[in-house]
């Protein structure tokens, strides 16, 4: 199905609504594949309103946040930026839709979005990180133009009790 949602920029108003859908997508993708407290700490560090709210603000290495609304309802969230260490390459670091909005075209849009943004950086790849198991995200990623991409440690400041020690690196490569 193709999407009509409207994309724009985030602002600090909208952080508990990007909260609600990064919980709600979170919990349904991750919960068959790690601990409950290994979750929470992933939502408590990543994903609690205050953060996001400053994360709402762009920098030299950071997209910010662009949400997906239907209805004035925000119904996914995506924010890219700069790999640290490789200038050539974009990273996908956050990419959610709400589950009662899956399906619809919502997550290709979005991605596709990053993908300009990477383009206009002149970014010659983009990578997105998966966590084993994920499988509705490595078809996603699939059907997107991506390719498997071997594994790298999975970063986790909330800790690595009850998750797994990799994650796996999905990567599209980039026209200019
Ligand atoms: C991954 C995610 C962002 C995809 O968003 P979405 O809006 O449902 O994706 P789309 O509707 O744009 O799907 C595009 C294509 O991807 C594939 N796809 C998406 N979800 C799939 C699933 N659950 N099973 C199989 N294929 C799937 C399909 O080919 C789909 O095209 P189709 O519907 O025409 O067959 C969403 O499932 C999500 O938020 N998951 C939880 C969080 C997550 O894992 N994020 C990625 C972090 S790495």
């Known amino acids: 199905m193709t999407s009509s949602a409207f994309l724009r920029p985030a602002t600090t108003d909208d952080a508990a609504a990007i909260a609600d859908v990064c919980g709600r997508a979170a919990r349904q993708a991750y919960a068959p594949l790690v601990s409950p407290d290994y979750l929470e700490r992933v939502l408590g560090h990543f994903y609690g309103v205050e953060r996001l709210r400053r994360e709402t603000t762009p920098t030299s290495t950071w997209s910010g946040f662009t949400v997906a609304q ?27 839709v709400a589950p009662d909005a899956q399906r619809r075209g919502i997550g290709r849009q979005l991605l596709e979005h990053v993908v300009a943004d990477a383009q206009r950086a002149s970014a010659l790849c983009l990578q997105a990180a998966v966590m ?7 078809r996603f990623y699939e059907s997107c133009g991506f390719a498997a991409a ?11 009790q009850g998750g797994p ?4 690196i999905y990567e599209r490569m980039l026209a200019i």
Do not use: K
């Not at 260490?85 to 956050?94: C, D």
């Not at 084993?132 to 490595?138: F, I, R, Y």
């Open 165 to 168: 020690p990799e994650a796996l």
């Open 70 to 96: 239907e209805d004035r309802r925000v119904v996914g969230v995506a924010g890219s930026g700069r790999s640290s260490g490789h200038e050539a390459t974009w990273e996908l670091f956050v990419l959610y």
């Open 132 to 138: 084993p198991g994920n499988l509705q995200a490595m």
């Open 150 to 160: 071997g594994t790298r440690p999975i970063y986790a400041p909330h800790g690595e």
